[in-house]
């Protein structure tokens, strides 16, 4: 594995640590195996963490670094620019054999906003970056498809989605179901019940890069580099079906 050359831009950077990443996960899976999904799912988290570190602070020295399986170091608060990462999205789906559900989540927030992004599916060779991705044709035109959590569905999505005549279609990893909007797979992806900041970055970025919409569930923008790393609420949407989404969320506000 060639190391990473310092001098390439933000964008190519994003990339190939991402791609680096997904690499060193499949060793892992093969290395490790299925026979106990907990240490697959602990040894896949350190790893990855243990390169996007390194790597990051060889690369970037003097940004800030906020991800989900390091500590979180205040001082990013006051900071120009914070890399926000997700070694490893979706580790349940990781953790089990013909998984294709988890990602690689990098992005990279700079004076109060969300300047590049990759999200990565290592199991199937896909990334995906906030300044090439491109929404793909719908797979179902004919049926409304709101992707959500595989294992914290609210009854909040459930009736938006019955208020609009949707199939919920269930999946493991926000930046997996953010591409299935990407890809055409489904036409939102709607969540309440909670996230993190590293959980969204990179999809979010990718999503609003793409021409998708991306919001709070209140209709008001995503912030990051906040001080507390929750994000409760999570809408990515295609904009055609954004005004009708919205209706049947206001409606049932009172639900979150």
């Not at 929404?135 to 989605?161: G, K, M, N, W, Y």
Request: charged content about 25%; hydrophobic content about 45%; overall charge negative.
């Amino acid at each position: 594995m060639s190391a990473i050359d310092p001098a390439v831009d933000d964008l190519e950077l994003a990339r190939q640590l991402a791609e680096r990443t997904g690499e060193i996960l499949r060793e892992v899976r093969a290395d490790v195996g299925y026979a106990d999904r907990w240490t697959l799912m602990n040894a896949g988290d350190r790893a990855a963490q243990d390169y996007l570190g390194a790597a990051l602070a060889a690369a970037r020295p003097d940004d800030a670094v906020l991800s989900e399986e390091a500590p979180d170091d205040l001082a990013r608060l006051t900071a120009d620019r914070v890399w926000i990462i997700d070694p490893v999205d979706g580790t349940s789906a990781y953790g089990y054999r013909g998984s294709d559900e988890w990602a690689v989540h990098v992005a990279l927030w700079e004076r109060g906003s969300l300047v590049v992004g990759v999200v990565s599916r290592p199991a199937t060779g896909e990334m995906y970056d906030s300044a090439t991705a491109r929404q793909l044709p719908l797979r179902h035109p004919d049926e409304l498809r709101i992707v959500c959590s595989r294992s914290r569905t609210t009854s909040f999505v459930r009736a938006v989605a019955r208020d609009v005549g949707a199939d919920l279609v269930d999946m493991s990893s926000a930046g997996i179901k953010a591409l299935a909007v990407l890809t055409g797979e489904a036409d939102a992806y709607l969540h309440t019940g909670g996230q993190h900041q590293w959980d969204n970055a990179a999809p979010v970025a990718v999503a609003l890069g793409a021409g998708l919409i991306a919001e709070r569930v209140d209709g008001s923008p995503i912030v990051y580099n906040e001080r507390s790393t929750s994000i409760d609420d999570l809408l990515i949407c295609r904009p055609e079906v954004h005004d009708e989404l919205r209706a049947a969320i206001d409606a049932h506000a009172h639900r979150i």
